[in-house]
């Protein structure tokens, strides 16, 4: 992935009072009445297929993360896919797990709690909105909702995460949202977000996040290289996740019968296949190494169906078929 280096840059903090308004300099009061965004399309009623067509147009809030290589969830090889139209077609699951089909039920009920915690009022706003200067039109965004009545603050940005999810916000906005509300910032040319989270179902916070414009301008940067992928129909490097490899089976998904290629002399890949027959040595000694951990507490723990250590448990309990079956626990 990208290597975004702004976690020290990003100052997120919690939201306390509707009635602490920011002091605005006259510049960024005179930013906030010059710069106006495009309205590039009205979503009030669009079919979900022509709101995907428009999103292909550039990046939106949600892919800036992902553009810029730091979405935990999404690789940049799979955004992208699906901008180039190489993506398969999924379906929303309401019958079982789908984030984003709770996520989407549950943002009017965050956008609700937040107004009734804070006061502020909001408003939907049903457009793709795009970068106003030429040299950034591949910036789009899709703003969840404006807030209106308060200098303070501008946009609400609504999230819910479950319980793996949760884990991400331990110390406040996760990095990949703040680069989305920034991203949102730069197209809007707003001053100010709120970040309203739903954990697990039972637990919001919320959170406001200042434009940054040294964030910002690193941003751009990367987003301006990864549509140069798009635009040149070349794909971008592919990182570990799962979600790259999912797109790689996309790209490639046959081989043709008795095709060769000859890398010898390709410094790059060669330099890669060394690195992966190094990696491929350290992690069989590793787990020879952690064969041995495991045959020696066996034989410490014999004929017990449990075993606690000072940084957690060990559970070897008798399955149905006879067997017993080793379960290491490490305490949080």
Same mark, same amino acid.
């Given at each position: ?24 300099? %006259? ?16 979503? =009030? ?15 939106? *809030? +949600?892919? /800036? ?33 789908? *984030? ?36 950034? +039109?591949?910036?789009? /965004? ?8 308060? %200098? ?37 040319? =707003? ?39 798009? =635009? ?26 008795? +095709? =060769? ?5 390709? %410094? ?15 992690? %069989?000694? +590793? ?46």
């Amino acid at each position: 992935m990208t290597n975004l280096a702004l976690v020290n840059q990003t100052v997120t903090q919690p939201y306390k009072s509707a009635h602490e308004p920011i002091a605005f300099t %006259d510049k960024a009061k005179n930013a906030k009445q010059s710069f106006k965004p495009i309205r590039l399309a009205n979503t =009030k009623g669009m079919a979900n297929e022509d709101w995907l067509e428009i999103r292909k147009q550039g990046i939106g *809030s +949600s892919d /800036a993360p992902t553009a810029c290589g730091i979405n935990p969830y999404k690789s940049m090889l799979e955004l992208w896919l699906d901008k180039t139209g190489r993506a398969t077609a999924t379906k929303v699951e309401i019958d079982g797990y789908s *984030s984003l089909y709770w996520g989407n039920k549950l943002e009017p009920l965050v956008a609700q709690f937040y107004q009734e915690k804070t006061g502020n009022k909001v408003r939907c706003v049903n457009a793709v909105l795009q970068h106003p200067e030429y040299d950034k +039109s591949f910036m789009l /965004a899709n703003i969840d909702y404006l807030v209106v009545g308060t %200098d303070e603050v501008q946009i609400l940005e609504c999230k819910t995460t479950g319980e793996h999810g949760a884990k991400l916000w331990r110390e406040g906005v996760p990095l990949y949202v703040t680069c989305q509300v920034q991203h949102q910032l730069a197209v809007t040319g =707003k001053q100010s977000a709120h970040v309203c989270v739903l954990l697990c179902g039972h637990e919001t916070r919320i959170y406001q996040v200042e434009r940054d414009e040294q964030l910002i301008e690193q941003l751009i940067e990367l987003e301006r290289q990864f549509w140069h992928y798009v =635009k040149t129909d070349t794909p971008p490097p592919a990182d570990h996740s799962k979600s790259a490899s999912q797109a790689i089976k996309q790209l490639y998904p046959t081989a043709n019968k008795l +095709s =060769k290629i000859d890398l010898k002399t390709d %410094d790059t890949a060669n330099q890669l296949f060394n690195e992966l027959l190094t990696q491929r040595q350290l992690i %069989d000694d +590793s787990e020879k190494q952690r064969d041995q951990c495991k045959h020696q507490l066996q034989m410490l723990i014999k004929d017990n169906e449990l075993a606690f250590f000072n940084k957690g448990s060990i559970s070897w309990k008798q399955t149905k078929k006879g067997n017993r079956r080793f379960v290491v626990y490490a305490d949080d």
